[in-house]
């Protein structure tokens, strides 16, 4: 990522993206799954400590291999 991005603006773009893209998973969107994705958003965290604060605050949902 460049240092002149901005963070704010790539988070709401990619959010959108996520959301358009899992409108479009039945294996998503069966069964009530659907209320749930204008929810989800996509957070841009530092790659250094970052990550292992973004699993403690997301819990056992989130997993990193």
Request: net charge positive.
């Amino acid at each position: 990522m460049r240092p002149e991005t901005n963070i704010g603006s790539l988070q709401a773009k990619l959010s959108v993206a996520l959301r358009q893209w899992l409108s479009t998973r039945p294996l998503y969107t069966d069964n009530g799954g659907s209320t749930v994705i204008p929810k989800q958003h996509v957070v841009i965290v530092p790659g250094g400590g970052g990550i292992q604060t973004l699993q403690l605050e997301a819990g056992a949902g989130l997993s990193f291999s």
